[in-house]
């Protein structure tokens, strides 16, 4: 069954080091998203991608950055790790780009920067 | 952007009881989903539903576009339908794009 896996699903690391999040989809889809989730905000859009070579910045981009080299993979880096970037980041694949699209969630990676 | 709202932010139920959470949005919409998330964090599709009805089991939803609302139907709730349950809403963004922009949440805890 096609399914779409993050890696590590918990990562501890420390203040200013850089830190990259996995994101691999089999769904074969062009679309692929990073949110992060914090109490009191709900989800929230960092980087897309609607496909190979193709990067857009979402609503929480600072201190962050994706590149898509395939269809299958989006790994999202975290430049120099702050605390407030502790959080739970989920990544979600689509076919489409147009309206009538639907998201598909990996399992979130738990992420604490100390 | 566009505005999405959940109500309540919190629900205590007795196992058995039914249940109404709503998702009021600020603009007009190409379409809207529900999720549940559930207590391991998993976020899973429970309609894709820009307008109209859909039924899936106990679960029912309904959107009313032109008054900018939908509602999500639990009935005879179980403890597996505990977790947070997210409206998030799909408007077109400019150039060619739309973003999916999400409440923050009904969370929903049914007890034995």
């Known amino acids: 069954d096609a399914e779409i896996t993050q890696s590590p699903r918990h990562k501890i690391t420390e203040t200013g080091r850089q830190v990259t999040l996995a994101c691999h989809q089999t769904?074969?889809?062009?679309?692929m998203f990073w949110y992060r989730q914090d109490l009191g905000h709900g989800l929230r859009l960092i980087h897309y991608?609607?496909?190979?070579?193709?990067?857009n910045k979402g609503e929480v981009s600072d201190g962050y950055s994706v590149s898509r080299s395939n269809t299958e993979d989006l790994p999202l880096t975290l430049e120099s790790a702050a605390s407030s970037q502790t959080s739970v980041y989920f990544c979600?694949?689509?076919?489409?780009?147009?309206?009538?699209?639907?998201?598909?969630f990996g399992p979130g990676t738990r992420l604490t920067v100390l | 952007g566009i505005q999405v709202e959940q109500s309540p932010p919190d629900l205590i139920l007795q196992e058995g009881a039914n249940s109404t959470l709503r998702c009021n949005f600020s603009?007009?919409?190409?379409?809207l989903q529900w999720f549940h998330q559930n207590p391991w964090g998993q976020l899973i599709n429970l309609f894709y539903?820009?307008?109209g009805t859909k039924q899936n089991g106990r679960l029912s939803a309904t959107t009313v576009a032109t008054e900018r609302y939908s509602l999500l139907y639990i009935s005879s709730s179980q403890t597996t339908d505990s977790g947070v349950y997210f409206c998030?809403?799909?408007?077109?963004?400019?150039?060619?794009?739309?973003?999916?922009?999400f409440g923050k949440g009904t969370k929903l805890s049914v007890i034995p």
């Open positions: 603009d007009s919409v190409n379409n």
């Open positions: 998030a809403v799909r408007s077109y963004s400019g150039a060619g794009s739309y973003q999916l922009t």
């Open positions: 979600a694949s689509s076919e489409s780009k147009g309206a009538a699209d639907t998201q598909y």
């Open positions: 539903i820009p307008s």
């Open positions: 991608s609607y496909g190979v070579q193709d990067t």
């Open positions: 769904w074969n889809h062009n679309n």
